[in-house]
């Protein structure tokens, strides 16, 4: 299975890994998410260490059950080779209705294929009211944040 772009990354392919990865994410699918791992990834997400696609899929199930109105934005930071370096964040709302922004680094190894070896994302949650949003879009089109939605840069964050 193959996963463009491949590495070794450019400037420019490195930028559309990341939004294809973002892409992927704000479609809140964890089963079309997980495809874009190794079978045997390894992942540490915040203290939680995962290592395979199922188990994978099923932290994405549990998670987008908690994180409800979810809205991801993603910025490369760096990449060299088979690596790339993401900065990113996240609005969502929990059961009782409060509303958090969640901000974090990722870095990401692949394998020659295209496909994503090792995760390793530390993120932080911030509380915020709801009139403090910033990731406003329509969840048509499968969640995916139109082209002329301001990035985190532009954003400020």
């Known amino acids: 299975m193959s996963r463009p772009p491949l590495p070794p990354y450019s400037r420019q392919s490195a930028i559309a890994k990341v939004r294809l990865a973002e892409d992927a994410w704000n479609s809140r699918d964890p089963a079309r998410v997980a495809l874009a791992y190794t079978p045997d990834s390894r992942w540490r997400n915040r203290s939680d260490f995962l290592q395979g696609r199922g188990a994978i899929e099923a932290f994405l199930t549990r998670k987008w059950q908690n994180e409800r109105d979810y809205r991801l934005v993603k910025e490369l930071w760096a990449f060299s080779g088979h690596r790339i370096a993401v900065r990113f964040a996240y609005e969502w709302r929990d059961a009782d209705g409060q509303w958090f922004r969640s901000y974090g680094i990722e870095n990401w190894q692949f394998n020659a294929n295209g ?25 048509g089109d499968n969640g995916r944040r139109p082209d002329d939605h301001a990035g985190l840069t532009e954003l400020g964050l």
């Open 115 to 139: 496909l994503m070896e090792v995760r390793i994302a530390s993120i932080n949650d911030l509380m915020i009211a709801e009139n403090e949003r910033k990731f406003h879009w329509a969840r």
